[in-house]
């Protein structure tokens, strides 16, 4: 990823171009751009396309991606998912397994990699690390998206990663709990009703105020736009803040949580 976007940036400044004018004649962000040229997002193989044609580069950059090495770090299916996530105005995550990755520690974050099967190697667990804390500078953007995230208490109690690393992500979810167009709500155990018994899903809303769906199964995902899908998770997603509690007593209960141990 490093080397293609070496090769963009190099394609890109011969042409004469930056990377906002390079951006503005694609109808994409210029932190995209950044980002692809800087190796941290892959350069996807239509803009590529597109590229070489605009930037007469022969199908430099097509090739580059064809040839990118089969197996990557971010599987190709959560790329789609990863590019809407940066995007988006608004997110609502439903999350029963573990606690949601924007909102996960270092610590805890390098637990749930490391409780891959088959196992990461080291080095590959601290990409991934890096990958998922660097996401969580969505949060803290100037114009951060509206997010809401729905956890359910299994999640919290299974302490994953051993007595270090649950305390302090306990800590930082109360902390996050407190910041400004955020909410935080725990479904609580012992609830007679469960809207989410399906298994966890995302909402995102884009800044063309489409609204899309996405959730993971074992060996891949579903990004979701038909509009009839998207209700359907909408209304879960509406039942389940009905049973879950308020962020007060959300944040009381994280209280308690932290004070058992």
């Known amino acids: 990823m490093r080397m293609v976007g070496a090769l963009l940036a190099v394609h890109r400044e011969a042409a004469g171009y930056t990377q906002r004018s390079l951006a503005q004649q694609f109808l994409v962000s210029e932190e995209l751009i950044a980002s692809v040229e800087q190796g941290r997002r892959p ?3 239509d803009l590529a396309v597109q590229l070489d044609d605009f930037l007469g580069t022969r199908r430099t950059l097509q090739t580059a991606v064809e040839n990118m090495p089969e197996v990557d770090l971010v599987p190709r299916w959560a790329e789609e998912y990863l590019d809407c996530e940066r995007e988006a105005i608004a997110i609502s995550w439903y999350e029963s397994l573990l606690v ?12 749930v990699f490391r409780s891959r099967v088959p196992v990461y190697d080291e080095d590959e667990i601290e990409q991934l ?26 999640a919290l109690r299974d302490e994953l990663g051993g007595e270090q690393v649950y305390p302090e992500q306990l800590r930082h979810l109360r902390e996050y709990a407190e910041l400004p167009g955020l909410a935080v709500q725990i479904l609580p155990l012992g609830r007679h009703a469960h809207a989410g018994l399906e298994g966890p899903f995302i909402l995102l809303e884009t800044p063309e105020h489409q609204r899309l769906a996405y959730s993971e199964t074992q060996r891949g995902s579903h990004l979701i736009a038909d509009p009839d899908e998207v209700a359907i998770l909408t209304q879960k997603y509406a039942m389940l803040r009905t049973q879950a509690l308020n ?5 009381d209960l994280l209280d308690r949580l932290l004070g058992e141990r």
């Open 247 to 251: 962020a007060e007593d959300t944040r």
């Open 129 to 154: 690390v890096a990958a998922r804390i660097e996401r969580r500078d969505i949060l803290h953007r100037k114009q951060p998206p509206m997010a809401s995230f729905m956890i359910w208490e299994a």
């Open 100 to 111: 949601p990755g924007l909102l996960q520690t270092e610590a805890y974050a390098r637990a």
């Open 43 to 45: 350069l996807k193989m």
